[in-house]
């Protein structure tokens, strides 16, 4: 179920939507003092591309003083703009019975997109080790 809702994502919205972000990691990488910033926008993209079956999870430590203080100037330079589009792109998805999974998704995306910093990305369901062998 969960390939199907991605391939339904990626048609549409999803590829939108990790390639703004990735886009934005190239212009994070290209300004050398914010490449942080381009290496989680990388990341988020992979996610936005591909989102059912992995979740957001914060990292063991947190972000940090400098991770804190980067998410505050994502925020205040990129992170509250892309909020926007994903709020604006979960309400045209909402329209529909089959986009209202979608629209879930992209709302489920907004912390990791206002804060990126600090934050991994997970598969949800991880293979049972037997730990008996």
């Not at 934005?24 to 990488?29: H, Q, V, W």
């Not at 994502?74 to 998805?93: D, P, Q, R």
């Given at each position: ?5 991605n391939v339904i994502w990626l048609v549409f ?121």
């Amino acid at each position: 179920m969960k390939t199907l809702l991605n391939v339904i994502w990626l048609v549409f919205g999803g590829f939108w939507l990790a390639l703004s972000y990735f886009l934005a990691g190239i212009l994070c990488c290209i300004l050398i003092i914010t490449i942080p910033w381009g290496i989680a926008s990388f990341r988020i993209a992979g996610y936005a591309l591909w989102p059912f079956g992995r979740t957001v999870v914060d990292k063991p430590g947190g972000p940090g003083i400098a991770g804190t203080l980067g998410n505050v100037i994502w925020i205040l330079v990129a992170g509250i703009w892309i909020v926007i589009s994903h709020v604006t792109t979960a309400f045209a998805m909402a329209i529909t019975i089959i986009g209202i999974p979608l629209a879930i998704a992209n709302l489920k995306m907004i912390p990791i997109s206002l804060m990126p910093l600090g934050k991994e990305i997970v598969p949800t369901k991880r293979p049972f080790v037997n730990s008996y062998r």
